[in-house]
């Protein structure tokens, strides 16, 4: 038996035999579970000689016409013997629409079995990003579409949120062990809507972020002393509703003037931001952490994905 061992490559290495940048190597990663590195003791991603094959396989489907997604769902595949062809087409019939709308239909039965279960589905077939993105933000701002119009009780909320939220506390486990920057991440004073901002951290975490969580409800004093301790690269508070700040914008500012401060969340608007001096975030949690990322890391370019 041949017991040489496999030469790995470092990230940089990999994109230059692809020709493609190590910023969409590591998109593709997060999104579509494709590569899958080693990590060397230092940290460095270390790829085999199998993910540069898959890599290319992929690329060869792209050319073919098939989406980013379909062509990696397509790779994949061809290492278990399933045909291609009906992987992608399979997918691009159904993505995971079809099991957020069993989980949709599980939350609103107070069916928590079924809906663990269409959970686990879409964490297996899919990517966390994707999961995030594509299924639980569309359900939330439905959810609330749904309670704010009356078609929904408050306890039809509260068992799908607290369901969601102990599902992305699972997720979150060793999130404050990253080695990269440092995020502190808190809701603003009597907020308590925090899933959203679970998503950012977890999202920040799986780039290598090191998450300092305070959740709901946050003082802006504690969060002052607890950030100013952390020396953070980046804190982020989130509001649903700008009036909850509205006593608060001098010590908001105050804390802008001394540490790295974003606003997110539908509270988050430009004029509160302008008033404070605090950056905003517009996007969603997973696409404001990609990019968050990429800002520290200002040498890569900014690539157009498929979802």
Known sequence: MDERPVSLLRIGELSRRLGVSEHVLRAWELRYGLPVPVRSEGGFRLYSPADEARLRRMQTHIAQGLSTAQAARAALAEDVGTSPADTA???SR???HATAAALAAALDDFDEPAAQAALDRLLSDYTVETVLRDVLLPYLSRL???WASGALSVAHEH??????RGRLSNLARGWGNGHGPTAVLACAPGEQHDLPLLMLGITLSRRGWRIVYLGVDTPLEDLGQVAAGARPDLVVLALSDPQRLHRHKKPLAQLADTLPLAIAGAGATSALAKRTGAQLITMD????AEHLDRDRHPGQPDETLDN
Do not use: D, M, Q, Y
Not at 159 to 164: E, G, I, Q, V
Not at 285 to 288: G, H, K
């Open 89 to 91: 087409a399979g997918s």
């Open 94 to 96: 159904t993505g995971p």
């Open 144 to 146: 609330g579409e749904r």
């Open 159 to 164: 068992f799908a949120s607290n369901l969601l």
């Open 285 to 288: 949690p997973v696409t404001a």
